[in-house]
Each structure stands twice: as C-alpha cells, then as structure tokens.
C-alpha cells in the first residue's frame, strides 16, 4: 500500500465529486440514466476514490480523527 499522504486522498475524493457534478449538471434522473456514458464517467469516479483512503493506515491521520474514529468505534 502506498505511504501517499491521507489528504491527497481526500483531494482526489473532492475533485471526483466536482468532475461528476459537473457531468450531471442540468440532468433529470431519466436523462441519466437513458445516457450510458455518464452513468459509465459518475460509476469510475465513485469507484475509484475510496478504496486508498479506507486502506490507509490508521496512524497516519490527525491525532482528532482518530480520536473521532476511536469513539465512534466504541458507541457501535
């Protein structure tokens, strides 16, 4: 698994977020899903992002979110 900084995960996350509303921008629910290739474009970025960021190692986050996910651990 790569050491790549946590936060560029997240900046990718939010650049896919910007690509795909940018391609649905000004689409009804039927036109997207009547047009593949943007369903195809929203899919890849959804699929693409998170799995780096949920694979990456624990220490490396700020100590407030792992304070944030250690007690969110512990309320399930």
């Not at 899903?33 to 998170?50: F, G, M, Q, S, W």
Request: aromatic share 6%; charged share 30%.
């Amino acid at each position: 698994m790569s050491r790549r900084d946590w936060r560029l995960f997240v900046a990718d996350m939010q650049e896919a977020c910007i690509k795909i509303s940018g391609y649905v921008s000004g689409m009804g629910l039927e036109d997207f899903r009547a047009d593949p290739r943007t369903v195809d474009a929203v899919v890849r970025n959804l699929e693409i992002n998170p799995r780096p960021l949920s694979a990456h190692r624990f220490q490396t986050l700020p100590p407030q979110a792992r304070r944030a996910r250690a007690a969110s651990r512990s309320a399930a």
